[in-house]
């Protein structure tokens, strides 16, 4: 049996918050991955204050171990986003470009609250 519940609750969005707020965003977060080998395809960020000159997080390690996210052990091509209602998500491609050019498993997919 299939059952299904709708919650309505009042909503407002995270950029509604800030706009009221009028927070404003003052560094730029950038990920990458450092090279084709299975340690090199991890999550890495990088901040910067100017959106030219990053500093790397973490002393350049990886901010999360590629084994914990993906099937194929290795994560590569990271994206940020921010989406219209204030939440950050971050999507990579969930591959090991050690073990073959075509061995995509699909793609891992992470929100993060803005509050944090």
Known sequence: MLVSCLVVLPLISMAQILSKLHVQMKYYLFTYFTNNTTAGQQICYAVSDNGLDFTPLNDGRPVIS???????GGVRDPHLLRAHDGWFYQVATDMDMSKGKWTCRGFVMMRQNPGY
């Open 66 to 72: 590629s084994d914990t996210i993906s099937v194929s």
